[in-house]
């Protein structure tokens, strides 16, 4: 069986500022996509300091799966977030 999931423009992709910061993060790196299996996927992208990265995943019915991850100087600002429970041989907007 081919495990294939096909993912689609930016829907929401962003960081938020951690308190104390008057303007929001910049996105230097990235989204990237990648470790794709049937029903999960990685969500990567780096920040220019530190920061909330927020993604939201929505299929073809409307589903959405969230997910946030903090963004910090000891992970060079980068985050990754696990995708679960998407469909094979579906179409994603992330």
């Not at 990265?53 to 600002?77: E, H, L, Q």
């Amino acid at each position: 069986m081919k495990k294939t999931i096909f993912l689609l423009s930016l829907i929401s992709s962003d960081f938020v500022c951690i308190a104390g910061e008057n303007q929001a993060p910049r996105i230097t790196h990235g989204v990237a996509v990648g470790d794709v299996e049937s029903r999960t996927t990685v969500i990567w992208s780096r920040a220019d300091r530190e920061a909330m990265m927020k993604v939201t995943v929505r299929s073809p019915s409307g589903k959405k799966i969230f997910g946030t991850t903090g963004v910090r100087a000891d992970d060079d600002y980068t985050g990754q977030i696990l995708v679960k429970g998407l469909e094979p041989n579906t179409r994603y907007e992330y």
